[in-house]
Every structure is written in C-alpha cells, then in structure tokens.
C-alpha cells in the first residue's frame, strides 16, 4: 500500500497564554507564564492555590446558552478551538465527502467538574438518586468528539484516545495513520482538558504532583531548574486539521507543515513514575523516527513532555543524550510547559502546535524561569532557557507521557512540495 | 397567570432556551420547544426541585405540554 502524506491545514489553540493560535504564539515566543491564583474555586485550603487557567473564555461565543449548559468545560473548550481550526483551513464541508471526514480526540480526564458537581449534590441528600440526565454525556470523554461531529455533520472515524498525559498525542497518531493509510480525507484532532478544579488540584496535590510555590506561581512552572518542585495544573484546547496532502492542494489548502511519523510505547515499570533510565521514552522516539524514515541527526527541536517535576526531566534528558548521542548537544530542547503549565490530556496537542510554528517559523519556544543549574541535568544541551533562539528547525519532535507509563511521540517537518 | 404557572414557564425558558411567548399552554416539549428525551426528565427534575413534590415516574409520562405541567403542578402542590 502507497502511503499518503499527511499536512496540517488548520490550527486552533485555547491556552492559558492565549485564547487563539496567534496570541498563543506571541506569548510563545515572548515566554509569558499562564500560571495566577486560582480563580475557579475557592483555593485557600489547598496547597496549591494557583493554576494556568483560561483566562476571558466566554462559551456563549461558541454556542447558545442551552447548548452550553449540556456541556462540561472540556467540551466547550474543544469546541472553541475544533471552530478556530476549521475556520482556519478554509473548510467547507458542502464541498468535501463528510463520510471521510473523522474527530479524533484526546483528553485525559473528561468531564471531572461535572462528576464533581453531581456526585456532590448527591451526597447532601438523603440518598435519593437525582442525578441530572445530563450526567453521564456532560461527563464522557468521547462526548467531544461526538459534539464536534454533530456540530459539522461529520461522519467519518470518531473517537477519543485517553493516556492521560500522552492521550492528545495519541489521537493525533492515529488521525495521522488514518489519512496516512488513505481512509480519511480529512482528519479534526487534538485535545482538551478541564480539570483546574477542586477534585484536580486535591487529587494531585495528594500526589505531591504540584509545585506548591503559592508565593510566586509565574515562576512556579520551571523544567530543568534545580529548585523545580512539581507541575502546574493546565486547561484548555488544541486543535488541528490534518489532512491528506493530495485533498489539501486540490482544494487550494494552505499548508503548515507535515506531519511525518509517530511512535507509541509503555514503561511497563509504574503507575506514575516515569522509568529512571527513559526506557519507554526512548522507545516511543525511536519508533517515531523510524516511522518518518529519519535520521536522530536529521531533528532539530525537541519539545520535550518536561514537567517540571524532579524524576521526570532527569529521566527525559537522560533518554535524550542515550538516543541522539553527540546530535543531543546541537538540538534545541524546550519545555514550553514552563509557560502554559500542564494541560494534562491536551498537552500533546498544544505542544504538538507549538512545534508546527516552530518549524513554520524557525523560532525556538523557550523553557522560561530558568534560574539554577541542575546537577543532575546535562547542562551541555541546549534547553532555550530564558529567551526564543532564532534557528533553521526543518524537523521537530514532541514528547508525552503519561500516567500509567503511556508515551507517544510525534515529528512534523518542514512542508516541502 | 397563576405563580405556579408564570414559575414553570421560567423554568422552560431557562432549560430549553426558548422564547417566553413560545412557552404556550398547548405546547408540547418535545414538538413544539426542542426538546429531546433528556431536556424532558431534566424539566421535570426541576419542576420537583422548585416546588418540593415527588412526580412519580408513571405521572411523568402524562406530562408533555406546559399547559399539563401546570395542571399536574397546581392539582400537587400545597
């Protein structure tokens, strides 16, 4: 079977540093933080008291106050950027086959306010079952890309991939493969999460998941930093439009970059640890690689899942210098969740996109609130620390992993005709 | 118009984002105001909420229009 190649045509992006792709990308490359005090909840019993929220989100925008009710932020969150990315790629679906048109869609979590919510309510009855009957479809997680076909009429693959933090990746390896493999056209994928809430800053606090600097939240997000202490919690959406490079130039589509090979893998070694010497790291890039018939020379940034927390970017950095060798030293590296924190089940999405603009660009996302060195980081390599590198990125990877020892990795590349 | 009546009427308006001046006696929920199987259990839901009595779930099911939701509301609530 001849594969397809496959392009990004649409891009949208609902962060905590920017609402949509160009503001997302101007605070990407000024290297402003999303992270403030937490104003979705009353925090002030919790450890962590600050989040990278979505800040000025108006659901009414998008969709009509009825239909916004039957929705948890997740999927309003999807729907926002599913929107922008359509908009931007100049679709019209009257003029495509709806039935090869698919949404596959990440999130990590789904609709954990709404199960929140209910559960609460019921537990201050008397043990009547009143549970709304909204519940269980505000709450699934394959209700996004359920809402994002009705909303468009599209007809072809639907699902949800979930990985916790890997699940974003995961839905756009798959929307990859699907193209690629020449059953879809067209392809709306990425993720999104909603989880700056009660029952998610207490259930990974209880982790000793989060950083706690509450003194200082803007430099709270700090990979590779030797006074790093644990992730920020972040929400929001990605989305792209992936799309067989013969359907784009039919229709006069512009083109961001390709998308040109995905790996999958597990740690088998632990539920939250990452696996100390990167094991499964390694092998999910090494599959990708392969899989876009590429050299380790041949990457020029690597996006790195980098959390901030302290076992995690150890075991990344060392996976990183085991694979690339010597070419480890003249890759750019950033964590771009130094800005935008953690956005869980949407992080491979947003980062996935920050990697497209890096290669659509040549401009290098810094790993902000760089302060100290760590010694037990190889400070050889390039992290971007501080402030956007100017560079040639004609190849850029993306790393997620997530709880449950899920990775996935993905390459895009320069689009050259 | 009654309390009770102008009360499930603003129930309706706010749970199926209609019009108020649609919200007529005779119109049903379903054919006449958008709503779906779930929009109806949700409305009756709240109907039990805002006024404090148990609509069991056989007299539920007699209850598709505004006009019999006022009635039922009317006839069962103290």
């Known amino acids: 079977m001849e594969l397809k190649r496959v392009v990004v045509t649409g891009i949208g992006a ?33 450890k962590t008291q600050f989040a990278c929220e ?21 999927v309003q969150y999807a729907i926002a950027s599913t929107d922008e990315a359509i908009k931007d790629a100049g679709l019209d679906f009257d003029q495509v086959d709806r039935n090869r048109v698919g949404v596959i869609w990440g999130s990590g979590i789904g609709g954990l306010t709404t199960f929140t919510e209910e559960i609460v309510n019921y537990s201050k009855g008397d043990g009547t079952p009143r549970f709304n009957p909204f519940f269980i479809p505000r709450m699934l997680i394959d209700i996004a890309p359920g809402h994002i076909s009705m909303r468009h009429g599209l007809r072809g693959p639907n699902y949800s991939a979930v990985s916790a933090c890997a699940s974003a990746t995961h839905a756009m390896i798959d929307a990859f493969t699907y193209i690629r493999t020449g059953r879809s056209d067209v392809i709306i994928t990425g993720g999104s999460e909603a989880t700056v809430n009660e029952a998610g800053i ?30 920020v919690s972040g929400e929001g959406s990605g989305a792209l439009v992936l799309e067989s490079l013969e359907h784009a130039l039919a229709r006069g589509a512009k083109i961001y970059a390709e998308i040109v090979g995905g790996g999958m893998s597990a740690d088998a070694h632990h539920i939250t640890a990452s696996h100390p010497e990167g094991l499964g790291a390694k092998l999910a890039m090494t599959m990708a690689i392969k899989d ?37 030293y003249k890759l750019n590296i950033s964590s771009t969740k130094s800005m935008t924190g953690h956005l869980l089940g949407a992080a491979g999405a947003v980062e996935a996109i920050a990697s497209i603009m890096a290669v659509q660009n040549d401009i290098i996302p810094p790993t902000i609130n760089h302060f100290t060195d760590d010694p037990e980081i190889d400070n050889r390599l390039n992290f971007t620390f501080n402030k956007a590198q100017k560079r040639v990125v004609n190849a850029a990877l993306s790393n997620t992993f997530g709880f449950g020892g899920h990775n996935a990795t993905i390459i895009v590349k320069k689009y050259q005709p | 118009m009654s309390d009770i009546a102008s009360r499930v009427k603003a129930i309706i308006v706010e749970k199926l984002g209609v019009d108020e001046n649609e919200v007529a006696p005779e119109a049903s929920f379903t054919n006449d105001l958008g709503a779906d199987s779930l ?31 006022i009635d039922y509301l009317e006839k069962n609530v103290n």
């Open chain 1, 202 to 231: 207490g259930g990974f606090n209880a982790m000793h998941a989060l950083s706690t600097r509450n003194d200082d939240p803007k430099t709270a997000s700090r990979p590779f930093d030797k006074d790093r202490d644990g992730f």
């Open chain 2, 39 to 69: 929009d109806t259990v949700e409305l009756i839901m709240e109907f039990e909420k805002e006024f404090n009595v148990a609509i069991p779930d056989d007299q539920a099911e007699n209850i598709s229009t505004v006009g019999q939701a």
């Open chain 1, 14 to 46: 609902l962060t905590p540093i920017g609402n949509t792709l160009p503001e997302y990308w101007e605070s990407l490359i000024n290297g402003v933080s999303g992270a403030a005090p937490i104003t979705h909840f009353d925090a002030s019993k919790f």
């Open chain 1, 292 to 328: 876009a018939g590429m050299d380790f020379s041949d990457i020029d940034y690597i996006n790195v899942h980098g959390t901030s927390t302290p076992v995690g970017d150890v075991s990344e950095t060392k996976a990183i210098v085991d694979l690339f060798g010597e070419h480890a």
């Open chain 1, 54 to 74: 979505v800040k000025g989100f108006d659901p009414h925008k998008y969709m009509d106050r009825k239909e916004a009710r039957k929705v948890d932020p997740f």
